[in-house]
């Protein structure tokens, strides 16, 4: 069983930046992707983002040009740089994986609270 420990959430002002990390108790080389989740009071569980074990990236629309996510395979973790920040961004984020053979795995999630 992966175990992914997110960290880096809080609470930011409208316009500014967080970095959230997860890091995973494997080497993040053994993942097919990973990739980021939020969710909303009341709302569906979204994607945020997800990175391909060859680097290709996807964004949904509403943080694309804003929030960039990144792996570092020394470091086992994977990172989500979050700039420009909106309260619509308001959510808890999970970090995500999946293996090679098809297991996935989720962390605990970290709140992100945008507000003045």
């Known amino acids: 069983q992966v175990q992914l420990v997110e960290s880096g959430g809080g609470l930011v002002q409208p316009g500014g930046s967080l970095r959230l990390s997860c890091t995973a108790s494997r080497s993040v080389r053994n993942f097919l992707s990973m990739g980021w989740y939020r969710q909303a009071p009341g709302k569906q569980r979204e994607l945020v983002a997800i990175i391909t074990s060859g680097g290709g990236t996807t964004y949904a629309d509403s943080v694309k040009g804003r929030f960039t996510i990144s792996r570092d395979n020394a470091k086992n973790t994977m990172d989500l740089q979050m700039n420009s920040l909106k309260p619509e961004d308001t959510a808890v984020y999970y970090c995500?994986?999946?293996?090679?053979?098809?297991?996935?795995?989720w962390g605990q999630g970290t709140q992100v609270t945008v507000s003045p």
């Open positions: 995500y994986a999946l293996t090679y053979s098809g297991q996935s795995s």
